[in-house]
């Protein structure tokens, strides 16, 4: 693997410790030169942004009364000032503006808002990646979190069993894998069960297998045991035989922000939603991790859940206005390809074509005590020192939480992201 995966992926330290969170802090000097950019651009867009989120909530209303007309003129309008290289605001409603223009010409299912499904190479993410993780926390810290009491839990197994929901490129395992490999009676054999939807076209398990080929890269590199074993399917169609438990291993299942991409009772009677919970139920893992992102844009109306998404997405591109360049590649990258296709999904389809749909953390707590799964309380050590690298290297903006029992991420006292720990019951 590259030098760009390991200063990526790997961890310079210990697990535990601070170089766990790889990031990339800004000089004073850079600081005051963001600031003063970001309150330039506030006054500048102040006006422009008031305009276009308005103008974007007007079309929306037209588009849900039928009024083609007047949705067409509020998009030609909203096209002269939106723009995929503007400030956060622009940028948002150029993504937003074609999901309406989709939604009116009922093209929204053509656009897969698959993660597995997207157009870039696994170089190209893994660049756009870096940028994220040394800029925003949210995954570096579910990661630090997740893997710090993983290898807690298994520190004396001879054997580990991981089972991936949503595993992607895998880029949680590399750190954990070279964790394993300082172990001092010795790693353990690890197992991974990387599962992920099948993508489009003729070979649908083609980023699921290539995921299990880089991870075995790793195993070899240091020397952990390893065998992998890549599924892709639907979720709610997966049987606990198709994951081949043995006896002996710790099993750990592990979902880092996928599971709002999985359908509920509103689209279908038997909820996917409570099948896959049901799944990690009898699977009877030592450990269930939960990451989740928090949303409030599930609504079956359209109107609704348009103004919470626009809320939602105009916090998560602020984000990216505040802490990486305009002019950054990888930043247009993330934008378009990530959280604009979530954008074109939420706005653009409706049914079971509509994929992105969040809960709260809340919601998800008592569909998981429903399903037999009981929580398990935050590690207050390893709390405190995520805080603490969220402080020594983010914006200031960024705060990391606790409130039952979820490690709650945010910006600006709105929470994106939460993640919990769960046995059997």
């Known amino acids: 693997s590259s030098d760009l995966d390991d200063v990526v992926l790997l961890c310079n330290n210990e697990l535990k410790g601070n170089n766990c969170s790889n990031t990339e802090k800004s000089s004073p000097e850079e600081e005051r030169r963001r600031q003063h950019r970001s309150r330039r651009k506030k006054q500048n867009s102040l006006a422009d942004e008031v305009d276009l989120m308005t103008l974007l909530n007007q079309c929306a209303q037209a588009v849900s009364s039928f009024d083609l007309r007047g949705a067409n003129e509020l998009l030609r309008q909203i096209r002269q000032h939106a723009s995929p290289y503007g400030d956060s605001i622009q940028r ?20 897969s808002t698959n993660l597995v499904d997207a157009k870039f190479s696994a170089s190209d993410f893994l660049k756009a990646y870096r940028l994220y993780v040394s800029a925003v926390p949210f995954k570096r810290m579910s990661f630090f979190l997740a893997n710090c009491s993983i290898a807690k839990l298994a520190e004396k197994a001879t054997k580990i069993h991981i089972i991936d929901f949503g595993v992607f490129l895998g880029l949680q395992w590399p750190c954990l894998i070279q964790h394993l490999s300082k172990r001092p009676n010795g790693p353990p054999k690890l197992r991974i069960t990387g599962i992920d939807y099948p993508q489009q076209g003729f070979r649908p398990a083609q980023r699921v297998d290539a995921t299990g080929h880089r991870l075995s890269g790793y195993c070899a590199r240091f020397r952990v045991p390893f065998s992998y074993n890549g599924i892709a399917q639907k979720w709610e169609t997966i049987q606990p035989e198709d994951l081949k438990i043995e006896k002996d291993e710790l099993v750990i299942v592990n979902c880092m922000s996928r599971s709002g991409t999985l359908l509920d009772e509103t689209v279908e009677a038997n909820s996917p939603r409570d099948a896959f919970l049901a799944l990690v139920r009898k699977l009877n893992p030592s450990l269930f991790i939960h990451g989740v992102v928090n949303g409030t844009f599930n609504a079956p109306f359209f109107v609704t859940r348009f103004r919470e998404a626009l809320f939602h997405y105009s916090s998560v591109f602020d984000v990216f206005d505040e802490t990486i360049p305009r002019e950054a590649h990888e930043r247009f990258l993330i934008e378009s390809e990530v959280y604009g296709k979530e954008v074109f999904n939420v706005v653009a389809c409706e049914g079971a074509e509509r994929v992105q749909r969040p809960e ?24 405190e020192e995520a805080k603490a690298m969220v402080k020594a290297n983010y914006h200031k903006d960024f705060m990391v939480d606790v409130d039952r029992h979820w490690m709650l991420q945010g910006w600006k006292g709105r929470t994106f992201c939460a993640l919990s720990f769960w046995q059997p019951a």
């Open 360 to 383: 709260t953390y809340k919601q998800w707590q008592v569909r998981t005590m429903k399903a037999g799964l009981r929580q398990v309380a935050l590690d207050q050590e390893l709390m």
């Open 92 to 111: 948002l409603a150029h993504h937003v503006a074609n999901a309406l223009e989709a939604r009116i010409a009922g093209t929204g299912s053509t656009v």
